[in-house]
C-alpha cells in the first residue's frame, strides 16, 4: 500500500514575517495622510460651528438692536437673559447649545470686536493663544 504524505496547510514564519514588513511599510505610508485628513476635519468643523454662531449672533442682533456683551457671552444664545434689554428675546433660543471647539474648549466671545462688530476665536488643539499647525488659533475674521 502506498504510505499517504502529511501535508500540513499553513504559512511558514518566513511567509508571515514577510506579510507583517508589508503590512508595515504600508501602514507608514497611509497613516501620514489619514491623520492630516483628521486634523483638516477638525478644523473645518471648527469653521462651521463658528459660521453658525455668527448667524445666531447675527439674528439676536436683529431681534435685540445690539450683539451681546462679552460679560453676557454666548450663552445668552441659548438662555434668555434676565435684563430688560432682551425682551424680544426669540423663544426656544439662537441655538441648540453652545458648541465647544473640536478640542473641547470653549470659543471665545468679545464685544465689541478689535476686527469686527464682535471677535469669535478657537484657541486650536492646545486651547492656548498662538500656536502652530493644528494648535492654530482660528479666527473668524480670518476666515473667507
Not at 75 to 80: A, D, E, F, M, R
Not at 126 to 139: A, E, W
Amino acid at each position: 500500500m502506498p504510505k499517504k504524505k502529511n501535508h500540513s496547510s499553513g504559512f511558514t514564519l518566513i511567509e508571515l514575517i514577510v506579510v507583517i514588513v508589508i503590512l508595515g511599510i504600508l501602514a507608514s505610508l497611509i497613516a501620514p495622510k489619514v491623520l492630516k485628513r483628521a486634523d483638516q476635519a477638525l478644523l473645518v468643523k471648527a469653521q462651521q460651528d463658528m459660521r453658525s454662531i455668527e448667524s445666531a449672533l447675527q439674528l439676536y442682533r436683529l431681534d435685540n438692536y445690539e450683539y451681546p456683551s462679552s460679560a453676557q457671552g454666548l450663552k445668552v444664545l441659548v438662555t434668555k437673559p434676565a435684563d430688560v434689554k432682551a425682551a424680544t428675546w426669540q423663544d426656544g433660543g439662537y441655538l441648540k447649545k453652545v458648541p465647544k471647539d473640536p478640542w473641547g474648549n470653549l470659543y471665545l466671545y468679545v464685544y465689541p470686536g478689535q476686527h469686527g462688530d464682535f471677535d469669535l476665536t478657537s484657541l486650536g488643539a492646545d486651547g492656548k493663544i498662538g500656536g502652530t499647525k493644528n494648535n492654530t488659533d482660528i479666527n473668524l475674521w480670518e476666515l473667507d
